[in-house]
């Protein structure tokens, strides 16, 4: 049997939204499942169309909470149509 990773850090992000924007944000957001780096992400459906949900787990905080900026980073530029500004160099 396989070696489980120890993915220690789990976080999701709720997105509620209107059903029309989904569909362009999950075709933008791929399914990630890389044991070597220790990342697994991915994005679905909420129940009667919602919105959206966002999980990610890994071992390292950082990789977690970078996975979380691109989600928000893809959601905006879809629903709002203007994208993050640079993220603080000190974070």
């Not at 990773?5 to 791929?30: M, Q, S």
């Not at 890994?58 to 928000?72: H, L, T």
């Not at 905006?76 to 603080?88: D, I, K, N, S, W």
Request: neutral net charge.
């Amino acid at each position: 049997m396989p070696e489980r990773p120890d993915l220690d850090v789990f976080a999701n992000v709720v997105l509620l939204t209107p059903k029309e924007h989904h569909e362009r944000i999950v075709e933008r957001v791929p399914t990630l499942c890389d044991i070597k780096a220790g990342l697994a992400s991915g994005v679905t459906r909420l129940p009667n169309n919602c919105g959206l949900i966002f999980n990610v787990l890994g071992n390292d905080s950082g990789e977690v909470k970078a996975q979380i900026r691109e989600f928000w980073k893809i959601a905006r530029e879809e629903r709002l149509g203007v994208t993050l500004p640079a993220q603080f160099l000190w974070r």
